[in-house]
């Protein structure tokens, strides 16, 4: 019953696209109009104070086609044919039989008439990072991590009718279920006791005798989406008149409050201890011998001094963070870890990535050559794609544009950057969404401030307003 | 004349020996013993409340043989002669000549005539890590570093008569000087400010211009001590007259508050986070957007609370402090890091170090076959040299006596023991200084303590009260 | 003079097609057809005999479209387009002027307009490995490599109008430069001196004083082409009227009978020294005072008869020569260096890569189930997609199926097959180009039988003769 | 039988002496002198022409005290008492019992007591590398490495009475068995076949019944000496009344002429490819599908064509063997793995060793200075100590002065000279073992010759004939 309002049938949906295409004027609000369609109807607002971290949310809609534009067994098929696929590195072959989970992945190639074998034969297929190959899911999930400004993976699960894909366990990211065909039956339970709400890493598979009774237990149809936190045990079993198709979005895998605080007390501890002596004075002489696990049961005057003097500190520091270079280093891998951004065509034909010199084959000549203007109107062409960062004197602009589909696949990429530039980069950064002229830009001369804008421009990193005029 | 009080001149210590010979009873007090006497007059409590990491200590004596047994010019000539020395491993050759510091190391083995050809030529010779191949060197040290529960290492330097052998500079350790041969002009300043003061790096090296007036400006004879803390800025000259030969024992390297915090609070976040969901709750979605250092001087009210929480989070730490277990950590690295122990013969007498069955070459067989009985009485070899960890189930010995000389050069060298022998282990280290029989031991069978003892003995460990019966 | 005869300027070469298509039912026929085009009007046997690593050939044919289907600067502008380039990785921008050679690559991704704009300053434009983006490269190259045994590069090189894109220099590997787009006049010279006459590394840059009068100086136009073997000093300046495009095929790089006694000779000493007690004996006792560098001008009879023993056995290791084992270990490198296949519509559809199971989703369901039956009419997919190779007691098909695009991108890809299945696998591959059927195969079994052929063809090994019956 | 010709029990040997002590006039004399003692009454000319890599030699000589000085029982009680020695590391403790060989080694240091209890309880005792611990060990391995060119390693054996200590086998090196205590019996088994004549690797433990009759069987007594070839199979077992104690010398491992033509080849390749351009040419188009281990039992033209050719070019290699330079390269080998030199006191006061500048306490200063002068005379301490190897236009002086005992523990030792110097080094190498005066150096200057001179006296190469004079 706990359960029930969490669970919504509205069947009159406005929202009747399919295909959710962004127009892009602002990235954090595009990011907003996605995920408000894929929690609709409940709001954003309402999501993030009543679900998110919190609970599981159930939303039934009755209308198969809402989450189609996601990805379809056709795409599939499509992806096989197309890319070299690997048996593990791409797809897993998984059987799901008397409570014992097996793979059954060959070596080499994923051939699609192979995969499909395994499928006829009742296995059930998981499809690892579909962005890699899936255009729309790529560009949803570069779309959410401007939400959510944390990594967004996702993983696609095919499953036959009348098999069950995976065994009882809870996972340690928050997890949106999009079904996209068939039918799936869902169950969830809460966490086992307090200490694996909200946990930090995955359950091992539990049987169905660790378990009590759910508090959900549905049948999802295409359309519908379950949200639940990482920590809730989930189970799901394909239904026998029809095969499965979902898939899961998760995010905020080591995006927690500990995890900021490992990077930031390191830093913390050396500040303190540049600043304040107390953090340089050594240990008392006779430490070694009055404390350890061996000591633990005596209470001797020493030891308390000695927990005592620890404590403060530790309490010290609060006075020693560094909270905006810790967020920075969060940020610096945040742009190492995340997708690349899918830009639309609209945006391309304003940027570099596809404006410009282009050669004529005709004319047999490079046309089309186009110049920077003190009044071009110019923005960052994502809030979240680039970061700069001071590092000792230099000044580097960290971005993801370069970035592979595949997670961490390359190193970070960055440009360096005069220390003079850094104000024009943070007013492009604070002036987003909106345009500005380079002639807006806080440097001294007009070479520099074009200077500036085409070194960005020429990694990808501008969109301007209109297309630059060509010769 | 802040520096007066700190200089003692006492031509009436009562202690005559030249050459300390530990009993070893009790290795700390050993310890004391011998810390006492290069300390004297100055008490033992009195040195560490008043001049321990606060301020230098001079103490002329007037008796130049009163460290002579620590090291000389001869023995360094033997050593030489004797073992494979090589020059920047174990030797340097330094001029300091016109405000620039020069090494002079040629490659390979440091011949006898070769460094004195050098010393000839008005070189400075730095012995490395003398303990290596002196006896006593190495007998003192050990012995000390179970006072200070930290290493304890030393450098001699041999310096011609009217030459500098260093430019001025800190340390990042404590230092007792110890003049043995000659003589040496010694100016010590103060800090520059505040940050140097105990601090954690060594300085570079300074001009005379640098620096202001010393607060100790002396001639260091045959049997002076001088001590300062890290921090403070020396140099030295050697008097036209005579060469000068001192030795420089130092400790607390690295030893600090701040070093344990570092090693402290990973363990502390981590039990946070297993204990306390507030420590496994999300950042807040939209904190890289707020924070970073290109936001530094916002001060929006999100900005505030991200800050807040992060204190309190950091405040509420102080409920997780591993702090037995942290010491451990230190005391594993004390074990890896320190001199094996010396041992007097006496003592090897008592132990498998000397005792025990032996080759008789008259009768062309094995005598002397030893055997530890329920009443034989057994102690610990030395309050420091084994430290008990247990490490998830199961219970090691670390220990330093299969150290090598050369710093860190063996891995760290431990026994595995049966969990069940952690309390005889406990209950030896507890009973030190004083002897317990091996049915005392806290196990259920009388072959079991004789198998734990046994286990013991065999490493080294423990010396009975007297010799083991043969046959 | 001595060019003259080699060079071709027949105005009625009959072959008209500008795309060449292959059929694929012999890859080694096809790729001798593709050559055949290629040199035509010389044939085949003719170049090998009278060119091949000997001299020049220089093939003017008036007929500006012959080698169009290569590539073109359309195709280019496309690829960086669509394609993630990267300066230095894919792309060099370089400059020769003044005799002096210069790189302009900055970092990151090559930009369509940033490639262009340099173009438009006047730098060349190098675009490594082509094959790696552009279909057509790939499909020569891979089809050329079942003809030459060997692996086959290639590089384009863009030039503006009036412009010189490298230095006089010679390569190592046997260059067919194909005239795609515009003119470019090249000059030829022989190699220096007998030393660099099929050198095995490529020169230095010249200046034009190191070099005399070029024995070949034509200006090459769109649909010629120019070989030289490697050691041949080359340069080339675009046009002012127009800009150049050429393709540069490469091969026989460290494929010399050299390259490949440093294989087989390690094999042969060992087999001798098994076999062959002389090799196991020892050396004379007084080897290492009589022979040596210093020694050289001494003749002793020592020195003699170790001279001559040496030589004895050095000749009597051609009893010993493991040939056909490093042959394999050449054939082994070529599979894991080679493109992977281009295949054709046709034969896709013929095998694995696009025949079999699919899903239908009308039907929500995977159809077309296919198998391999006793009749089934199967051949290998090309003559040198794979290699068997018996390793101690195992049988490895290594095939190149599954490599990257880029050069040795990916581990060598293998299959561990039955040793039963040896004999089947020898029978597949002499028995190329023709088909057989599965029953034909020498196991014992049908069920035997269907199962190699099921496993070749799972890895797309194989082609049947008619697409595999569906249910 | 045939075996009886090879055993001898002289009773009448005209050598007394017990200990032999080297005058090290000229090293090589020395080794010889050593090894005729080892050997006699067997002249070392007759001993190389008969015994060596042909078959075993046994001598009894009623002598218990003739190898007594290498080593005993006491001398090993000592060293354990004295060194950190390890179990594993320097000692094995095995048992060989109902022909199952076992390892019993504990961790950590071998204490005395603990080896003499396993040998109690009937386990033999091995001792690695006896040269490590044991000086007259190494002063005699040492000097035979000069006889043999070739490193000479030992192991010792200590069995209890009544035990068998290893099973039977072969092992890859000459074994010279020197009986030391106590008693043992041998058999001594032909190698089983041909093929393991002088074999490359050692065999494993083989059972009695794989072996048919010993072509010797003795007990060797102290004093007694049995020589076998690598490839002789051997067992030995202690006899019930009386220890035994054997020390194994052994040399030649690897040291065959196969192992030569190893390092020879690739040389003679590169050499044959620079000056040969049939060396250079390409392999044939067709090569990789002629040839293979798929194609061994075709006969065809090409494959005959391609086989002779490779025999050609193989057999052609003998023009370009760069003998002295593969010879320098094992002498480099030799250099790095050798046990450095041993000094007699003699020796010592004529070199840097042990003469020239010390410390006199007394008068507080550095006495004895010594000079190189023009008519000094000087040689070289060691035939084999030192190699001259050119290499680019560097001139580097390899030697092993300051190698460890352990085997290969320290990097290569050299010095690097002027390419001015070499031919005086080449001149001192040749000169020996006669002395030659500084100023007979071919070298320009006085200056010259005495900056080489001291340059190499410096670093231990040099003795001189007289003590140097000294102020």
Not at 16 to 41: C, G, H, T, W
Not at 167 to 180: C, K, M, W
Not at 306 to 326: E, R
Not at 332 to 360: A, V
Request: net charge negative; charged share 30%.
């Amino acid at each position: 019953k706990n359960a029930k309002k969490d669970v919504y049938s509205d069947k009159d949906f406005e929202d009747d696209e399919e295909e959710y295409e962004p127009v892009m004027f602002d990235s954090r609000q595009e990011a907003a109009n996605l995920f408000k369609r894929i929690v609709a109807p409940v709001k954003i607002n309402q999501f993030f104070s009543t679900y998110w971290e919190k609970k599981p949310l159930l939303i039934k809609r009755n209308k198969e086609t809402y989450y189609k534009s996601w990805f379809s067994c056709e795409e599939f098929d499509w992806i096989m044919r197309n890319h070299n696929l690997e048996f593990t590195t791409n797809i897993d072959i998984v059987t799901y039989i008397n409570e014992e989970k097996k793979k059954h992945n060959p070596e080499g190639r994923a051939y699609a008439p192979l995969v499909w074998d395994f499928f006829q034969q009742g296995c059930s297929i998981r499809l690892l990072n579909p962005a890699t190959y899936s255009q729309n899911v790529w560009k949803y999930l570069s779309i959410l991590q401007e939400l959510f400004g944390c990594c967004v993976g996702s993983n696609v699960y095919l499953t036959p009718a009348g098999t069950q894909g995976f065994a009882p366990h809870y996972d340690d990211i928050e997890a949106f279920v999009l079904q996209l065909e068939g039918k799936k039956r869902w169950r969830v339970y809460n966490p086992l006791n307090e200490n694996e709400v909200l946990p930090r890493f995955s359950s091992p598979n539990y049987t169905q005798s660790d378990l009590s009774d759910p508090i959900i237990d549905v049948i999802l149809e295409a359309g519908d989406l379950l949200y639940f936190p990482r920590g809730y045990i989930h189970q799901a079993n394909a239904c026998d008149e029809i095969h499965s198709l979902h898939i899961t979005v998760s995010t905020y895998q080591k995006n927690s409050w500990g995890d900021f605080l490992t990077k930031l007390l390191p830093g913390a501890i050396e500040i303190a201890m540049q600043e304040n002596v107390e953090y340089r004075k050594g240990l008392p002489i006779n430490y070694l011998t009055e404390n350890g696990v061996a000591f633990e049961d005596k209470e001797t005057e020493d030891r308390t001094k000695f927990k005592t003097k620890a404590g403060q500190l530790v309490k010290g520091l609060i006075d020693y963070l560094p909270i905006d270079a810790a967020v920075d280093q969060f940020a610096k891998d945040f742009i190492h870890q995340t997708l690349p951004p899918f830009f639309t065509k609209d945006e391309k034909s304003r940027s570099i990535h596809d404006h410009g010199e282009r050669w004529n084959s005709d004319n047999n000549r490079v046309e089309n050559i186009a110049e920077i203007e003190p009044d071009t109107s110019i923005k960052i062409i994502r809030k979240n794609c680039l970061r700069l960062v001071v590092e000792e004197d230099s000044c580097f602009v960290y971005h993801n544009l370069e970035n592979s589909k595949i997670y961490c696949e390359k190193e970070p990429q960055y440009l360096e950057v005069d220390t003079d530039a850094a104000p024009s980069i943070e007013f492009l950064l604070n002036s987003y969404p909106k345009y500005v002229t380079v002639d807006e830009l806080p440097m001294e001369t007009i070479e520099d401030k074009i200077s500036v804008a085409q070194c960005l421009y020429d990694k990808g990193l501008l969109v301007t307003g209109e297309p630059l005029n060509c010769d």
